[in-house]
């Protein structure tokens, strides 16, 4: 026995030593690199995309690829609930719009190849029974380890998460509710299993029955889901769904507050363990200024704090530029006016760097879609492209957003829905925007606002580097 033990353990030193010899070698034989070249991420287009429509029952589900993607390989582009497909999208620039059968579920729009760079899908219904009124529209998300949602709670609304698995994998799901008061819920007791293709909706109203505001991360233990969240004020007070907000920073911008009368109500969430002060600016298309008596903003720790704006910003488009020592979510509530105002939310988003699509427009009649960009440190320049349903696509427009400013633009109308690209052009600063639509209704405005996000356009791949734990235990 000692002999076989001994035979075994040399077996090993000799493979060990041939293996190590091996990578010597290959290491003093290959090429050197370039003097001064550190390896970097590589950008790459994107050449699959999947996303996850939470609940289109009745609504409006448009889906569409821009035009002069890099993409390689035949493009394809799928619309489906579970195993029905609604539709297929042939070519990048022609948008595709279907309403979605009630009761089907979320839809989950796929592509590859040249289908895939910067494809968008949205979500819009018009609500107009059971005691709801409104428009409810939402940017149709990706499968994400981690998503937050800031907006009303269940004390001011019936809030439902809508949760999606589109990938391959099982999920195990884990969702915090941060309120006024503290964290409310989070933990083990409250992660659920999402097997893959299946969703689950959650009344918020089970987990945290008494906010009047939350701040909600839903994330991951394994895999990835799509979270989203509708709100129907009480009180007929309106109804929409809340945008996906940028991630815990200590600077984050929350653009496309609409113009015009009614509440406008900021929400700051720190899910940090200490107290944060937050100092909150405001653009406008005259400039950017300090709130006077709401210009700094005390959240506790692990909390949510609410300000009333809607005599700071006066009634202009903005947007809001919010800085602390601590990481921290921010969304806004729009009430609009009328007999029966509606309701929209607006939420902290990144810079377009990378162009941005919104997929579903309306203008025409009494309905209307502007885009409100803002450039908070210098001037920005983009260019804008909308791409109608049918017909020939105009020429884009140029814009230039004055440093520190907001721009309010007007999208022209067209047949029926289109497509808006909006693409930074060189020397531009940092762009951020939302796109704001409404519909003039008898007892009110209906509103909803989509925040700008980063166009799908490009991944960033890790650089490959030699390693000997490769091929040594």
């Given at each position: 026995m000692k002999s076989l033990?001994?035979?075994?353990?040399?077996?090993?030193?000799?493979?060990?030593?041939?293996?190590?010899?091996?990578?010597?070698?290959?290491?003093?034989?290959?090429p050197a690199p370039a003097a001064g070249q550190v390896p970097g991420p590589r950008k790459v287009?994107?050449?699959?995309?999947?996303?996850?429509?939470?609940?289109?029952?009745?609504?409006?589900?448009?889906?569409?690829?821009?035009?002069?993607?890099?993409?390689?390989?035949?493009?394809?582009?799928?619309v489906a609930?579970?195993?029905?497909?609604?539709?297929?999208?042939?070519?990048?620039?022609?948008p595709w719009y279907e309403?979605?059968?009630?009761?089907?579920?979320?839809?989950?729009?796929?592509?590859?190849?040249?289908?895939?760079?910067?494809?968008?899908?949205?979500?819009?219904?018009?609500?107009?029974?059971?005691?709801?009124?409104?428009?409810?529209?939402?940017?149709?998300?990706?499968?994400?380890?981690?998503?937050?949602?800031?907006?009303?709670?269940?004390?001011?609304?019936?809030v439902t998460l809508h949760l999606a698995?589109?990938?391959?994998?099982?999920?195990?799901?884990?969702?915090?509710?941060?309120?006024?008061?503290?964290?409310?819920?989070?933990?083990?007791g409250d992660t659920l299993t999402l097997e893959p293709g299946r969703s689950r909706t959650v009344n918020l109203k089970d987990l945290a029955p008494s906010p009047l505001v939350v701040a909600v991360e839903v994330r991951t233990v394994s895999g990835r889901v799509t979270a989203a969240a509708r709100a129907v004020m009480n009180g007929g007070r309106g109804v929409d769904w809340l945008p996906v907000a940028a991630p815990p920073a200590t600077r984050v911008v929350v653009p496309g507050v609409p113009g015009g009368g009614g509440r406008r109500e900021l929400l700051v969430a720190s899910p940090a363990e200490v107290d944060t002060l937050v100092e909150v600016r405001a653009l406008t298309p005259d400039g950017?200024?300090?709130?006077?008596g709401r210009e700094l903003v005390d959240v506790p720790a692990g909390s949510v704090a609410a300000v009333d704006l809607s005599t700071g910003i006066a009634g202009q488009p903005a947007a809001l530029?919010?800085?602390?020592?601590?990481?921290?979510?921010?969304?806004?509530?729009?009430?609009?006016?009328?007999?029966?105002?509606?309701?929209?939310?607006?939420?902290?988003?990144?810079?377009?760097?990378?162009?941005?699509?919104?997929?579903?427009?309306r203008t025409g009649g009494k309905k209307s879609s502007r885009l409100l960009l803002a450039a908070p440190e210098t001037a920005g320049k983009v260019s804008v492209q909308v791409l109608p349903r049918s017909g020939e696509a105009p020429e884009p427009f140029e814009l230039s957003i004055a440093a520190a400013r907001v721009k309010e633009v007007k999208l022209p109308g067209t047949d029926g829905a289109f497509a808006v690209v909006v693409q930074p052009l060189p020397g531009s600063g940092p762009v951020y925007g939302g796109r704001v639509m409404d519909e003039k209704?008898?007892?009110?405005?209906?509103?909803?606002?989509?925040?700008?996000?980063?166009?799908?356009?490009?991944?960033?791949?890790?650089?490959?580097?030699?390693?000997a734990s490769v091929i040594l235990p």
């Open positions: 033990i001994e035979n075994r353990f040399g077996l090993l030193v000799l493979v060990l030593v041939a293996l190590a010899a091996l990578y010597g070698v290959a290491s003093a034989t290959r287009p994107v050449a699959s995309v999947t996303t996850v429509c939470p609940a289109p029952d009745g609504a409006q589900v448009g889906v569409v690829t821009p035009p002069g993607g890099e993409a390689t390989g035949t493009g394809a582009t799928t609930a579970g195993e029905k497909v609604l539709g297929t999208v042939d070519a990048p620039g022609k309403e979605a059968p009630d009761k089907t579920g979320p839809v989950t729009v796929s592509a590859t190849g040249s289908g895939a760079a910067g494809l968008e899908s949205a979500q819009t219904r018009r609500e107009t029974s059971g005691g709801q009124r409104g428009l409810a529209g939402i940017r149709c998300a990706e499968p994400a380890a981690s998503t937050w949602l800031v907006g009303p709670g269940p004390a001011a609304a019936d698995n589109a990938d391959l994998a099982p999920a195990i799901v884990e969702v915090l509710v941060y309120s006024g008061e503290g964290l409310v819920t989070g933990g083990t950017t200024y300090a709130l006077k530029v919010l800085t602390s020592e601590t990481p921290i979510v921010a969304g806004l509530v729009v009430t609009g006016t009328g007999k029966r105002p509606d309701v929209a939310f607006t939420a902290g988003a990144a810079p377009i760097d990378l162009g941005s699509v919104v997929a579903d427009n209704l008898k007892d009110g405005l209906a509103l909803t606002v989509q925040p700008l996000a980063a166009a799908r356009m490009w991944a960033l791949v890790p650089p490959v580097t030699e390693s």
